[in-house]
């Protein structure tokens, strides 16, 4: 069965929720994208921040045959809270909270993934149910959240994030600057369009807009390992990355985005 728990686990991978967060930006709800993605940043850095503070061992920790080698891959940092629990609960029922809908397929799928995390061996259950109970309160929040977005307070948050990142040393966790890349991307994203009215619009959109992303993701990816390891690269990675679903996206897919009709007054 480890290979069928692997497959379910891998749900809770960084590029299923770039997939999902971008798809569900493009094509759903562009608006409630830019919402989620500020919850979602901010979930993943509470998550860090409790897994590196309270520094909690894994089952696998002082019994290494408990778990396999590819298992053990999949679990970087302590154990409490489970990271894979807590982010797909924010996604996935973040969500169905903002759509009002989907309720069971969301909440069946985050339980999957939870449940992996534990026949896989890499997480205690108070790590999982921690990690689910915080994801779901972030995703309540994404559904309930505003961040304004216009003026000033669309980029100084974003520049302060830079400019802490710029202090951190290189041994800070990496999971760090992703987080503050995401916060800082999505904070300052502004997805002014409308998604696809018809079938043949979100297909083209959608495979197009991930071939987009993931060419800028890998190509970031390759840059060399002492450059990526320091925060305000990864910050600047991650920001960009966003930025590049949000605005670059629908700029060079204006055909099937459109702007959206702006109410004129007539005296």
């Known amino acids: 069965m ?9 749900l809770g991978r960084d590029e299923v929720f770039i997939t999902a967060l971008a798809l569900y930006t493009l094509l759903v709800n562009p608006r409630g994208g830019r919402q989620l993605g500020v919850v979602f940043a901010l979930s993943y850095l509470t998550n860090t921040a409790l897994k590196y503070s309270l520094d909690l ?4 920790t002082g019994q290494p045959d408990l778990a396999s080698a590819v298992a053990k891959a999949t679990a970087g940092g302590p154990g409490l809270p489970s990271g894979h629990s807590q982010m797909s609960a924010t996604l996935w029922l973040g969500m169905a909270a903002l759509e009002r809908r989907g309720w069971w397929p969301a909440a069946a799928l985050v339980a999957l993934i939870a449940f992996s995390r534990l026949a896989l061996h890499v997480h205690y259950p108070s790590d999982v149910i921690s990690g689910l109970l915080l994801g779901v309160a972030f995703a309540l929040f994404a559904a309930r959240a505003h961040f304004p977005q216009g003026g000033l307070t669309r980029w100084w948050p974003a520049a302060l994030i830079l400019l802490i990142a710029a202090l951190l040393p290189a ?10 890349g995401l916060l800082a991307g999505f ?9 696809p ?5 979100r297909v083209v959109v959608g495979l197009l807009g991930l071939l987009i992303i993931f060419a800028v993701y890998f190509a970031l990816a390759a840059l060399p390992a002492d450059l990526k390891s320091l925060p305000v690269v990864r910050v600047l990675r991650y ?7 949000a605005e670059l996206v629908p700029a060079l897919l204006r055909r099937w985005l459109p702007r959206p009709a702006r109410a004129t007054v007539t005296v």
């Open 57 to 60: 061992p894994r089952p696998f």
């Open 171 to 180: 041994s800070t966790p990496h999971e760090l600057g992703t987080g503050l």
């Open 2 to 10: 480890e290979s069928f728990w692997m497959a379910v686990t891998n």
């Open 187 to 195: 904070w300052a994203a502004r997805p002014d369009f409308d998604p």
């Open 197 to 201: 009215s018809d079938w043949t619009g």
């Open 239 to 245: 920001g960009l990355l966003v930025l590049v679903a």
